[in-house]
């Protein structure tokens, strides 16, 4: 029997016929919709370091013990240094002697000792004007027989010998008032740099004697005592970095945008969710998992309760933009071929229902109408007081209402009401 054949029926065994109430809902439309998307990945490690010496030595020294906290650049252990203080000591020295030779070679020869070079040039050249006038007188006596040859020999040894002083002593008083070649100075600052170089390898053995934290950490081991002879890279104390701890997850690479370094997300990890910050998005792919690794800075507080390797999950809505209605999921119903469909509200003019008598409450009436949609997402949501919902595309349009439960009394056709009217 139809819908029509009913409420004539109705009419004729009644003069006041109750329309079925129900509720409805008006449909508002949207351009997008979230898909919250889960991802698992897994607490990183810390940094952990085994630090030792770099050169042999004897262990005079050690600041801390298993459980220390440090902070990096802190002094953890020293070696035995003596010798090499001495040494550094030496060097020093002789490098201050060889600038001071270096300054004087540069300054030149001292005033004082280009005058008495000039005084003594003058002094050979007046003995050699002197041996001239003797030899002379030597010469004329020689010739008179008053004296002999030998004599007269004499005179003249003397004073090739005072030509040969006086050549000598006007050579060094040119090579003063020359100055000082560049060649000396050069050689001389040679010697200042070789010391230098010395010195600083020395001071960096002296470096090697004591050892620091690379990073603030914790010391979780503690291998060696005062008095131990090490050996180059041996190990004395093993750091685990005391850090905001990092998770990796990956995303794939489609799904990785709304990740922004610097963003805000929460992180499930053994059960409790912590505030975590994106640090940085690894830029290669993982060819295995073809994904991008996005690595985050966990809140401070979750260093003493998590651990590296734990699993963590993070949870990311993405949004995907299509046009459509949000419905309650007992607004659907069940159409042809496996489809599904929804009852519209159409309402009735008075002209058309004129023939019918209606309850004093009714003010108006709606014709059922079966509407075909397609669900395109289906979203379990409690906020609102639904269990579920769901969004549909189809022969609807903005504004209609759909009736939202109790599609099971309902056939199209059906005159309803509002169940608030």
Not at 36 to 42: A, D, P
Not at 98 to 113: D, I, S, Y
Not at 190 to 215: C, H, M, N, W, Y
Request: hydrophobic share 40%; net charge negative.
């Amino acid at each position: 029997m139809t819908s029509q054949s009913q409420d004539t029926l109705n009419t004729e065994n009644s003069s006041q016929i109750t329309i079925l109430p129900v509720e409805a809902t008006r449909l508002n439309p949207v351009e997008s919709y979230q898909v919250s998307r889960n991802y698992t990945g897994e607490v990183a490690s810390f940094r952990a370091s085994e630090i030792g010496f770099g050169r042999t030595g004897r262990l005079i020294w050690l600041g801390f013990d298993r459980g220390d906290k440090v902070s990096a650049g802190t002094p953890l252990a020293k070696l035995d240094i003596i010798n090499f203080e001495a040494q550094l000591l030496q060097l020093i020295a002789q490098k201050d002697q060889a600038v001071a030779l270096l300054k004087e070679l540069q300054a030149g020869p001292r005033t004082e000792r280009i005058a008495a070079a000039r005084a003594s040039v003058k002094n050979l050249e007046e003995l050699l004007a002197l041996e001239g006038i003797r030899r002379s007188r030597r010469e004329y006596l020689y010739t008179e027989g008053a004296i002999s040859k030998e004599q007269l020999d004499e005179v003249a040894f003397n004073a090739n010998a005072l030509s040969e002083r006086l050549q000598a002593a006007k050579s060094n008083l040119d090579e003063l008032l020359n100055g000082t070649r560049s060649e000396q100075i050069e050689a001389q600052k040679a010697v200042v740099r070789q010391l230098e170089a010395r010195i600083s390898d020395l001071e960096i053995t002296i470096g090697k004697s004591t050892i620091k934290a690379p990073f603030d950490a914790t010391i979780s081991a503690r291998h060696l005592d005062e008095g131990t002879f090490v050996d180059p890279g041996q190990s004395v104390f093993r750091l685990v970095e005391d850090a905001k701890p990092e998770v990796e997850i990956g995303i794939p690479v489609q799904g990785i945008s709304p990740l922004q370094p610097g963003s805000q997300q929460q992180v499930q990890i053994g059960g409790k969710t912590y505030q975590a910050q994106v640090s940085s998005i690894l830029p290669e792919v993982d060819p295995a998992t073809r994904t991008r690794t996005a690595v985050l800075d966990l809140e401070a507080s979750a260093a003493s309760s998590v651990a590296p390797g734990q699993v963590a999950r993070l949870e990311i809505a993405q949004t995907i933009a299509t046009k459509g209605y949000w419905l309650p999921a007992t607004a659907l119903v069940r159409g042809d071929r496996g489809l599904w469909s929804c009852y519209a509200l159409v309402e009735v003019e008075k002209s058309q229902d004129a023939s019918i008598t209606l309850s004093e409450n009714v003010t108006k009436t709606y014709r059922v109408e079966r509407r075909d949609v397609e669900v395109l997402h289906t979203h379990s949501d409690t906020s609102n007081g639904l269990s579920q919902r769901v969004l549909v595309r189809g022969t609807l349009r903005a504004g209609d209402s759909v009736i939202i439960n109790g599609t099971q009394r309902i056939v199209p056709g059906q005159l309803v009401r509002l169940a608030d009217s």
